[in-house]
């Protein structure tokens, strides 16, 4: 069973605009979560993170919101470009609780297209 | 610069012909890590080595090994490849308490 999920498999934004991609999770015990971007034949590269004691954390175009009682995550890029179209996985972990996995596991992840 | 590399970044393999993916780093990262990813599915987690320490997860199948002879390089055997091992192959960095991962480019396997 998926304990984390990306329900939405793509995503269509006009340039400019604001992207919201969103992820939800089922395991209690991770507490830190972590955005990763991937272009075609490349690896995932890390874009932002958020530890379960925050609400928000803001990088530049990119902000990432928990809900912990929702059990719910979300992925905003203000404005959005066109070198944002990629596919954006989601990841938590549950190593700071002792939940006893290492890595992180992933959601299927969101092709993001941005259209000029 | 420091990163993590894959090679290859193509695999043809036949099926039940052995074969090996290699992944170095020279960030001197203590964690690696190897995914196996399929089209349109999250990267799932086959097995890590915590500096010399192996940690295989509990459905990672026999078929599937891994050697780390040091810190830099770790290979990922897959002794008798099946149609349904064709997928990219993530090798993957983590220093210490840091969460955050650090990726390669990934080998595309395809097993003919």
């Known amino acids: 069973d998926q304990q984390v999920k990306q329900n939405s498999p793509s995503l269509s934004v006009q340039e400019g605009r604001i992207s919201i991609l969103n992820c939800d999770y089922t395991n209690s015990m991770f507490d830190y979560f972590l955005w990763y971007k991937k272009y075609p034949a490349e690896g995932p590269t890390f874009l932002i993170s958020i530890s379960s004691i925050k609400d928000k954390n803001e990088d530049g175009r990119f902000t990432v919101f928990l809900n912990k009682s929702a059990k719910h995550l979300s992925l905003h890029i203000v404005p959005s470009q066109p070198g944002d179209s990629a596919v954006y996985f989601c990841?938590?972990?549950?190593?700071?609780?002792?939940?006893?996995?290492?890595?992180?596991?992933f959601g299927k992840g969101t092709h993001l297209i941005i259209q000029p | 610069d420091a990163m993590v590399i894959q090679n290859p970044r193509y695999q043809v393999t036949q099926f039940g012909k052995p074969v090996t993916l290699s992944c170095s780093q020279t960030?001197?990262?203590?964690?690696m890590y190897w995914y196996q990813q399929k089209s349109s599915q999250a990267p799932k987690l086959l097995f890590h080595?915590?500096?010399?320490?192996?940690?295989n997860e509990a459905d990672t199948p026999d078929n599937f090994q891994s050697r780390r002879p040091n810190t830099s390089f770790c290979f990922l055997d897959i002794r008798s490849p099946g149609l349904g091992d064709a997928a990219m192959y993530l090798c993957?960095?983590?220093?210490?308490?840091?969460?955050?991962?650090?990726f390669g480019s990934g080998t595309q396997l395809s097993v003919l």
């Open positions: 990841a938590a972990s549950d190593r700071g609780t002792g939940g006893g996995a290492d890595g992180l596991t």
């Open positions: 080595y915590y500096d010399k320490d192996f940690n």
């Open positions: 993957a960095t983590r220093q210490g308490a840091v969460e955050k991962l650090f």
């Open positions: 960030l001197n990262h203590n964690v």
